[in-house]
T-cell receptor, first 113, second 111 residues
């Protein structure tokens, strides 16, 4: 079956621009997660959705970061006024209700010049 | 952010050797997961552990959930070239869905 998909696979932008990263979870997975992975590090949690609502957004670094999941399926991570320090791989994962087994997509590599 | 302490950071072994790596935390976790990540790809789930003391196998991989709930181990037996990659441990606390990850163990195999 289809896994988690993320688009685009790569995004290059200039400092100060706005970007949107998309995640399409595994069908039937009600939980969706965003993580950020810097070079040589493990993924770091950003936000978790249960259905349409953000159940835990404690990992968002500041108010330039925002995520939505309006219909409980596809999610979009939005970053305003991008900074060079935002450069990283942004990973999306999904899981079945009641399970912590999270399945990851291939990630979006964001480069802010 | 909070991370687990994973060791070793890197390993260089001969094909056919067994591999051991571990992960420790100052906090108690209720779930331990082990992932493998290849370059340019997302982490792939290898093993999930849900009970203290649990020992679970997946082919040549064996992982254990430590009795104290503060550590976990992953063993790979008879390594093969496709085992090359970065292995991450991840834990989730009581009532938490978010995963906390270790820094990774980079495995390199000499043929």
């Amino acid at each position: 079956g289809a896994g988690v998909s993320q688009t685009p696979s790569n995004k290059v932008t200039e400092k100060g621009k706005y970007v949107e990263l998309r995640c399409d979870p595994i069908s039937g997975h009600t939980a969706l997660y965003w993580y950020r992975q810097s070079l040589g590090q493990g993924p770091e949690f950003l936000i978790y959705f249960q259905g349409t609502g953000a159940a835990d957004d404690s990992g968002l670094p500041n108010d330039r970061f925002f995520a939505v999941r309006p219909e409980g399926s596809v999610s979009t991570l939005k970053i305003q006024r991008t900074e060079r320090g935002d450069s990283a791989v942004y990973l999306c994962a999904s899981s079945s209700p009641g399970y912590n087994e999270q399945f990851f997509g291939p990630g979006t590599r964001l480069t802010v010049l | 952010g909070q991370q687990l302490n994973q060791s070793p950071q890197s390993m260089f072994i001969q094909e056919g050797e067994d591999v051991s790596m571990n992960c420790t935390s100052s906090s108690i976790f209720n779930t331990w997961l082990w992932y493998k990540q290849d370059p340019g790809e997302g982490p792939v789930l290898l093993i999930a552990l849900y009970k203290a003391g649990e020992l679970t196998s997946n082919g040549r991989l064996t992982a254990q959930f430590g009795i104290t709930r503060k550590d976990s181990f992953l063993n790979i037996s008879a390594s093969i070239p496709s085992d090359v990659g970065i292995y991450f441990c991840a834990g989730a606390g009581q009532g938490a869905q978010k995963l906390v990850f270790g820094q990774g163990t980079r495995l390199t195999i000499n043929p």
